[in-house]
């Protein structure tokens, strides 16, 4: 099993940008799928963004398609979030996670490792 490692979150200014880093462990996380998921205050913790092992098929939750866009490079087990115009209603803990056997990419149930976190804060 993979390990995962969250890092790139920081305050911004609404309509600004944050590129966001998951960093994993193990050999075989090119094997896995990967998402990203956050959790605002109060909230519970939605989809964002999931793509498959090889790079190719992406997955966006609605409120961030056209804005978020997520890659991987297997050759140095990370992955990664690009927000672009970021909106206050952004603001979120953002958790990558990674899974082996993944179908329903928007369900956080399908994954088997997540990283601890990184604080993303948009202000207005």
Request: hydrophobic share 35%; proline share 2%.
């Amino acid at each position: 099993q993979v390990q995962l490692v969250e890092s790139g979150g920081g305050l911004v200014q609404a309509g600004g940008s944050l590129r966001l880093s998951c960093a994993a462990s193990g050999r075989t996380f090119s094997s896995y799928a990967m998402g990203w998921f956050r959790q605002a205050p109060g909230k519970e913790r939605e989809f964002v963004a999931a793509i498959r092992w090889s790079g190719v098929t992406t997955y966006y939750a609605d409120s961030v398609k056209g804005r978020f866009t997520i890659s991987r490079d297997n050759a140095k087990n990370t992955g990664y979030l690009q927000m672009n115009s970021l909106k206050p209603e952004d603001t979120a803990v953002y958790y990558c996670a990674a899974g082996r056997t993944v179908v329903a990419f928007g369900s956080s149930y399908e994954y088997d490792a997540w990283g601890q976190g990184t604080q993303v804060t948009v202000s207005s």
